[in-house]
């Protein structure tokens, strides 16, 4: 059985920083691209940040020099530093692995940016 379990989230306040984890299990994680997504209040869940099984990453120009996604394959997690937070990233951050047409997903961690 896959499990995706986030952890990290909280209330910042601008301009501060937190780290996302996301701990995989039931899988062969270093074969998977593993991805982080958001959803904001009354949008669409948005693609933030990925690392592909190679350790290429991309990110939404919107994060870009700010947020940074990293995985460690021996402990199956994969992590998004986030710096110089602004209210526009609040959000509920979603882990995603995928690999060819196998997606999982974990359930997600509040992310409130607010002074």
């Known amino acids: 059985q896959v499990q995706l379990v986030e952890s990290g989230g909280g209330l910042v306040q601008p301009g501060g920083s937190l780290r996302l984890s996301c701990a995989a299990s039931g899988l062969t994680f270093s074969v998977f691209t593993m991805s982080w997504y958001r959803q904001a209040p009354g949008k669409e869940r948005e693609l933030v940040a990925a690392?592909?099984?190679?350790?290429?990453?991309s990110y939404a120009d919107s994060v870009k020099g700010r947020l940074t996604i990293s995985r460690d394959n021996a402990k199956n997690t994969v992590y998004l530093q986030m710096n110089s937070l602004k209210p526009e990233d609040t959000a509920v951050y979603y882990c995603q692995a995928a690999f060819i047409i196998r997606v999982y997903w974990g359930k997600g961690t509040l992310v409130t940016v607010s002074s």
């Open positions: 690392a592909d099984a190679g350790g290429s990453t």
